[in-house]
């Protein structure tokens, strides 16, 4: 079980301000049109002897991190002309400007009273001859991964203007056995696809896990009995509380922007309608009461609005509606079904599952329906989700066949940035967490 007690608080000394103006080194660009990623130079951290291990392991999770946002092109090592470099060493700028590099990141991992790790980083500008940002921090050995992501973050934040979102996590459903009576235990792991934890034994199915915007809670649906129920889960403590007895189905449960409450879909008498429900008082807001299937809600980042999904124009449409379920109007009108909306958190794009002639496609709409994109599409795509900083998605894809399975992807809404996750089992629905 995942604890508060595996991670020291990060102490984080700035080591020099940006002596270059704020704009980003790398365009994020929307369009279909092709970008050119940053040539960036990422030697091996230097360390002591005990500690070359841990470096070297920093330096390959911050290139990796790097070079999977599509946005970076890391440079072969071997072909670096400075084998050597400090972090606290000037580097010979004509020398990485005669490798293409556009950018230089040197780092450092030393071992201070206590056993705790300084781990520091600078990034440099070789064609300016001068650091961009330096920084260093403190923790325990057994965080160096955690480290990892967040220099990551600093040097993605620093070259876009963009905020990183590598120092997250994935909640999701693990999956096992064969095809015909797979085991599905709800698991968490790193963004990345490390550190893997099953949060749950597999004794009931679980499903739809979904992360709170704040704090470390994790609603869920468990088949614990007749019907499927929704759980909170803080993922810290390991405290599990059922949200609720409801007498009916439950399906599709996700938290507000500011995670006082949850919003469901309830099934009644052949119809499933939309209501919230305030976490404090567990008091419940109807807000949908069509004859039809109201399901999948997603609130808009300052929390306004929800985005559903509904049949009541005879066949799976988006919808968005205000919070308090007023003025319903359908978004979506392209040949297909729609499903699994689910809300930027910058607020300017709306992710959908779209069922076509067969095939299942992951796409992005603006809120009023207008811009349609298919990102990606395949024999079964669903379930996106947003990472933080709203220019990645998460999605699973199954495989068919009598051995097929489910595994997770991430693609950037440019569509032209697509990878598999590794993750070494089975797995669906996944939900993004925010900035830890």
């Given at each position: ?273 939309i209501y919230a429900m305030d976490l404090r008082s567990r008091q419940m807001q109807r807000l949908t009461s069509a004859a039809a299937i109201d399901t999948a809600p ?139």
């Amino acid at each position: 079980m995942f604890t508060r007690t595996k991670f020291l608080t990060f102490a984080v000394l700035f080591l020099a301000l940006a002596v270059r103006p704020a704009a980003a080194l790398v365009s994020i660009d929307v369009t279909e049109g092709e970008s050119r990623p940053l040539p960036i130079a990422i030697p091996y951290f230097s360390g002591q002897v005990r500690d070359d291990q841990i470096a070297a392991q920093i330096s390959d999770v911050v290139l990796a991190d790097l070079q999977s946002s599509g946005l970076f092109a890391p440079l072969d090592r071997a072909g670096y002309i400075e084998q050597t470099l400090g972090v606290s060493t000037m580097p010979r700028f004509q020398d990485w400007r005669a490798i293409g590099a556009e950018a230089l990141v040197t780092g450092s991992v030393t071992r201070e009273q206590g056993d705790r790790l300084k781990v520091e980083f600078r990034l440099w500008d070789p064609l300016q001859e001068q650091q961009v940002v330096g920084q260093q921090f403190f923790t325990t050995p057994e965080n160096w991964r955690r480290v990892a992501h967040i220099v990551a973050d600093a040097i993605y934040q620093r070259l876009t203007g963009e905020t990183g979102y590598f120092d997250t996590r994935i909640v999701f459903v693990g999956e096992s056995g064969p095809k015909n009576a797979r085991v599905k235990r709800l698991a968490i792991m790193d963004q990345d696809g490390a550190n893997l934890t099953y949060l749950t034994d597999g004794s009931n199915l679980v499903l739809t896990p979904r992360f709170s915007p704040v704090g470390q809670l994790v609603t869920y649906m468990s088949y614990e009995g007749a019907q499927p129920q929704v759980y909170l889960l803080d993922i810290e403590t390991g405290r599990r509380e059922l949200l609720g007895n409801f007498d009916n189905m439950t399906f599709a449960p996700r938290f507000s922007p500011d995670g006082s409450r949850v919003v469901l879909s309830l099934e009644d008498g052949g119809n499933a309608n939309i209501y919230a429900m305030d976490l404090r008082s567990r008091q419940m807001q109807r807000l949908t009461s069509a004859a039809a299937i109201d399901t999948a809600p997603s609130y808009s980042p300052d929390g306004s609005q929800i985005v559903f999904e509904s049949d009541r124009g005879g066949a799976q449409q988006l919808y968005v509606m205000g919070a308090d379920g007023s003025n319903p109007t359908r978004i979506s009108f392209g040949d297909g079904r729609y499903s699994t909306p689910v809300w930027s958190p910058r607020g300017d794009l709306i992710a959908f599952t779209k069922q076509s002639q067969g095939r299942f496609a992951i796409g992005v709409m603006r809120p009023d329906g207008t811009g349609e994109r298919i990102l990606t599409s395949g024999y079964h795509n669903e379930g996106p989700t947003w990472a933080p900083n709203g220019r990645v998605l998460a999605f699973f894809r199954e495989s068919g066949g009598p051995q097929g399975g489910a595994s997770i992807y991430t693609v950037d809404i440019t569509g032209r940035n697509e990878r598999r996750l590794d993750i070494g089992t089975l797995a669906s629905d996944p939900a993004w967490s925010p900035l830890r």
